[in-house]
């Protein structure tokens, strides 16, 4: 039953038959466990074996059509890999997502131990966050299909990614998230519009909820009934990154892992572009980052196995990444072991500082998630997952004025003086000398 606070539109989804996708380059939905066939819907699990549902493309028919030139040609933004993407025509609205800078961190890399880092700046989306990318591709879905609103459970990031996508389409929208999501999150998606319901509870039982209120509205739940669109947005990443290094691909990738998503489109994204001919095949470790008050997926990692035991009540100020329960943990698992990566847990205070530092020395300031993946590529070096020379790509994956509490963890209130970095006690509106004030006084 749908929840008492929200009142469903009254436009109902169209007719089954009329969502099927004409791409000439996408051939299907597949079942990621058993690889059966699902038509292209609002399906999102196999009705034989329940694994996850993903696109399928043609990759002969891509690598004949596509070329590094021809991208190259094309405007900014996630659609100049539209072959590679789920849709049929181009979005005719929409913020222009993705095409972010790729950064050369070469003061932070000697801090982290790192010989060679880039940055993937992804704090510079539409909504401040990557979740633009996976919001993109299933807002256009929802678009055509002509859904009657635009909804997801979120962590945070994905509840303004998803308001502002649906403000822009002109959409109703409907975001669930747990009740103790940091304010700048509710208020950013509260600011595009959208109804914003908190739940007394986890991202897990928030998901929950919405699994019920998908099936019962028919709403496009982006990352639940729209999921298989929806996780293809993040293998842009994979595809901004090679482009931007010419082509290529680098020895370590380092993200964060929430549901899992991102991290395993990344592996996907890397493999296809290979697939397509447009980077030379090369093995690439993969490392993700996790809060320790919440590693479902670093736990799984340690213990060497795909079984990953979910966590009931996260206890970490990386809400982002707070999901006690991953739907691709598994996969996860897999991909860092398989590549010859790893999965670190990180504590806050390790957190808070990766963020101090990066904004201090690249000027980039990330949200939690950020500092937790510069943090675990610091962690990965220690433990040897990432050798000496190694090109390693950082992704930082939302803007730190989304978090603001978090810089000051670690921190020990104190005011500072004129020279040191941090807050200073506040001044008379009238004082002086200055030189009085430089030397220590006031
Ligand atoms: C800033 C940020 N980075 C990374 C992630 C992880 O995404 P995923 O759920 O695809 O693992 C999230 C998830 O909400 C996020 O908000
Ligand atoms: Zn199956």
């Keep these: 039953m749908p929840s008492p606070m929200v009142s469903p539109p009254t436009t109902s989804p169209p007719a089954t038959s009329s969502r099927r996708v004409a791409s000439s380059f996408v051939l299907g939905l597949a079942c990621r466990r058993c690889s059966r066939a699902e038509e292209m819907d609002l399906a999102y699990v196999c009705r034989a074996c329940f694994g996850p549902l993903e696109v399928v493309y043609d990759y002969a028919r891509i690598a004949a059509t596509i070329d590094r030139e021809s991208i190259g040609s094309r405007p900014p933004g996630i659609w100049r890999y539209r072959e590679l993407l789920p849709l049929h025509d181009l979005p005719t609205k929409g913020l222009t997502v993705g095409s972010t800078p790729l950064v050369c961190a070469d003061r932070l890399a000697p801090t982290l131990g790192l010989d060679r880092l880039w940055i993937k700046d992804d704090t510079r989306n539409p909504s401040l966050s990557f979740k633009d990318r996976p919001v993109a591709i299933a807002a256009a879905r929802a678009h055509a299909w002509q859904l009657a609103a635009l909804a997801c459970a979120s962590t945070g990031n994905l509840a303004g990614a998803t308001a502002l996508a649906a403000a822009v389409l002109g959409m109703p929208a409907y975001v669930f998230v747990p009740a103790d999501l940091e304010p700048a999150k509710l208020h950013q998606a509260v600011a595009f519009g959208a109804t914003v319901v908190p739940l007394q509870g986890t991202y897990d039982d928030v998901n929950r909820v919405c699994i019920e209120l998908a099936d019962e509205t028919g709403w496009g739940f982006v990352n639940i009934n729209l999921r298989p669109f929806y996780a293809e947005g993040s293998r842009t990443l994979a595809f901004e990154i090679a482009e931007q290094l010419g082509w290529r691909s680098p020895d370590v990738v380092v993200a964060p892992i929430a549901s899992g998503a991102l991290f395993t489109k990344l592996g996907r994204g890397f493999d296809e572009l290979a697939a397509v001919g447009l980077i030379e095949r090369k093995a690439i470790r993969f490392v993700g ?8 997926v670093a736990n799984a990692c340690d213990h060497g ?3 990953v035991t979910p966590v009931k009540e996260p206890d970490t100020f990386v809400r982002s990444l707070a999901i006690g329960s991953p739907a691709d943990g598994a996969h996860a698992v897999r991909l860092a072991m398989a590549t010859g990566g790893s999965v670190e847990a990180v504590s806050d205070i390790e957190t808070a500082r990766a963020i101090r530092a990066v904004a201090g020395l690249e000027g980039i300031y990330p949200e939690t998630a950020g500092g937790v993946t510069l943090a675990a590529a610091a962690a990965a070096r220690r433990r040897g997952v990432i050798h000496d020379g190694d090109e390693v790509v950082a992704l930082l994956t939302g803007n730190g004025l989304k978090t603001p509490d978090a810089v000051n963890l670690g921190q020990t ?15 008379p509106a009238s004082f002086g000398p200055v030189a009085t004030w430089l030397e220590g006084g006031t």
């Excluded at 104190?414 to 970095?421: C, F, M, T, W």
């Design 413 to 427: 209130g104190r005011r500072v003086r004129p020279g040191e970095p941090g807050l200073a006690a506040a001044l």
């Design 289 to 296: 980052g996790q809060a320790e008050g919440c590693a479902p």
């Design 305 to 307: 196995t795909e079984a």
